[in-house]
């Protein structure tokens, strides 16, 4: 490790490290002894290009070990194993001399169609967070670094390399903001990169309140930040915004070294700049040199292990009905559907992986030692259905006793780069298994996609259904053990799966147009708009089956201080074989008046992953802190927790609450800023205003108010100054009240 710093640089060599070499490579300073490590693509696995030169070839990496993408492990609900499958990627990069993965994304699912929902995590920020920093924490153990993305608003793909997110600082802060604070804080991810877009008409990469005021001011972030690839638009700006690294280079660093010497930017804001750069090189450095000089090889089939372990907790079992799951192993199989040999198992665009080995359902079974027969049904290009292909899963269908039925989104349906334009699978599809289910009811369809399908209109065809999502290299190994049951299934799911795209709360406004687009939903999102406004739903937030059951007991909830307390409730198996649930803890807020605003019916405040023996019961407890109670104030510009009941719920899902429990909490005391302009019924809810107006005159305000339920409801309503106004109290009050209040 060099004891070299930044101020021990000339401007130039400053400015160097403040932009990379090439694509994938930092600016290393050789006379220095200052490396040019390489940072490459994840966010599931390691995408090293074999040419440095190029940003395309994506089928010509590095072979390396594909994991389950977010969509599938976020339905883990497991941080824990998260963060294992983070050490095997760290392993990774060490063999192969990389510094930092680029990744995990963390950025909501808002829409459905969102092009990259394949490789984010959730639409709640507190699953979202908490499996991500478990990745992290597990590659930087490594003593390698991950770049935490894309900060902040890259919830779609259509216009994202200018579009203007418009959103609320409230939705900001409550939505899409909180999981990349929860890892900033928890996790300490040694980089962050910046998103393409802009946030209310300011690119992030330019963005001094994002990166700067927020990221590192309130936050204590003391990571590098880097571009997106292309972001940078203006070094200048971005380097006084707060950004570290231009990824790739544009070969500008004579511009920087001139906007020093005129002025524009601070000597000693590049000079933090490029020492963040150093301090990156510096963490990285003793873990690329060990493994450099022991010549370090990881162990290709465990970590194909770990990624079949994560495939196994990513399925979701969504239906099975008759208990036709799993798999009477007597009973003959019929596998029908192309993916069963051609698997959907990533995403297409920057994190392509090339798997070194890759597993396949048929694969599974023959594994398993299980005979199938097998017949594609159709075909995953947009050509016309092929009624021979048909004719044949009919005959197949018919012959054997239970169907096994591989369905999903073909790999052109979705990717980094464009957004979907329906929740939809292929008609041809779909056409297939009703012709299958009339020949044979006994019907398992198995999905592989990398976002939300509509199942609505199909599901009544089939008895079992399996969401698998996107499941990695070892998926197809992992469908056939949960098929057979040699794996209980504990996926849950961590996005709603609506009944239409029309249902979404996003969907008027979704992708927006002409540069632009208005989070309308504000922070009702995926469950929280759901939930609140009562929408039928296919599946909800937090669901999935076990083939065994689980029951909630002896729910004690204590507070411990004004706007904290313990939770603790018992899990008891009480089906016949092993099995593993997710306990998950929803706040509902006080009713109104005591909450000012409008908040959803309840949100995801704690999860826990438990696995539990036949008949095994066990205590599982939860720490809420303040933010478990908050809401983010634009009027106080801070967290705000206000007295009052609050409900706690231990659920299988947000839509099935076993278990609710009163909370009375005093609040953190914080009030809203009294004014001429604040309301009768804002001075007279305010313990302060209401000590001022009595100071001041006494009852008079409280005398003035009507007793007629209609003239009351106006006046309360009324600012003190139209109060004045129409005589309910006198202007000197008025004036007196504000005086008062300024002062304090």
Known sequence: MTDITAKDLTLEEQASLTSGADLWHLQGIPAKDIPGY?????????????????????????????????????SSWNPELTRKVGVAMGEECLQEQVAVILGPGVNMKRNPLGGRCFEYWSEDPLVAGKQAAGLIEGVQSQGVGTSLKHFAANNQETDRLRVSARISERALREIYLRAFEYIVKHAHPWTLMCSYNRINGVYSSENHWLLTDVLRGEWGYDGMVMSDWGAVHDRVATLNGGLNLEMPPSHTDDEVVTAVRMGSISAEQLEAMAQGVLDLINKARPAMEKAKAENYRYDVAAHNEVARQAADE???????????????????????????????????????????????????????????????????DDADQDAALTAEAEKLAGSHAVVVMCMGLPELAESEGFDRTSLDIPSKQIDVLRKVAAANPNVVVVLSNGAVVSVAGWQDQAKGLLESWLLGQAGGAAVVDVLMG?????????????????????????????????????????????????????????????????????LAVTPVGPTSAHVSVTVTNTGHVAGSDVVQLYVAPPATPATPLARPVHELKEFAKVTLAEGESREVSFDLDSRAFAYWSERLHDWRAVAGEYTIQIAHSSRDIALSAPLTLEGDG??????????????????????????????ALLKAVPDEPFARAMMMEMPLHSAAVFGYLPKETLDKAVEAVTKQ
């Not at 440095?52 to 590095?62: K, M």
């Not at 597993?359 to 594994?367: I, M, N, R, S, W």
């Not at 979704?510 to 922070?523: H, I």
């Not at 804002?682 to 009595?694: C, M, N, R, Y």
């Open 486 to 554: 040699t794996v209980n299934p504990s996926g849950r799911l961590a996005e709603t799966i609506p009944v239409r795209i029309e249902d979404n709360p996003s969907f008027d406004t979704f992708p927006g147009g002409e540069g632009s687009v208005d989070y309308n939903e504000d922070v009702f999102v995926g469950y929280r708009h759901y939930d609140t406004s009562k929408v039928a739903v296919s599946y909800p937030f937090g669901y999935g089956l076990s083939y065994t059951q689980f029951e909630y007991s002896n």
């Open 670 to 699: 914080k009030h809203l800023p009294l004014t001429g302009m604040s309301t009768v019924n804002e001075w007279l809810s305010d313990p302060k205003g209401v000590a001022i107006l009595e100071g001041i005159d006494g009852n």
């Open 38 to 74: 390489m940072i490459t693509d994840g966010p599931h696995g390691l995408r090293k290009a074999q040419d440095s030169d190029q940003l395309g070839a994506l089928q010509e990496a590095v072979p390396s070990t594909c994991f389950p993408p977010a969509a599938g492990m976020a």
């Open 314 to 380: 990513s399925i979701v079992l969504l239906k099975n009905d008759d208990d036709i799951l799993p798999l009477d192993g007597t009973k003959s199989v019929a596998v029908i559907g192309e993916f069963a040999r051609t698997p959907r198992y990533q995403g297409g665009g920057s994190s392509h992986i090339v798997p070194n080995k890759l597993t396949t359902v048929l694969d599974g079974f023959k594994e398993a030692g299980v005979a199938v027969d097998f017949a594609p049904g159709f075909t995953l």
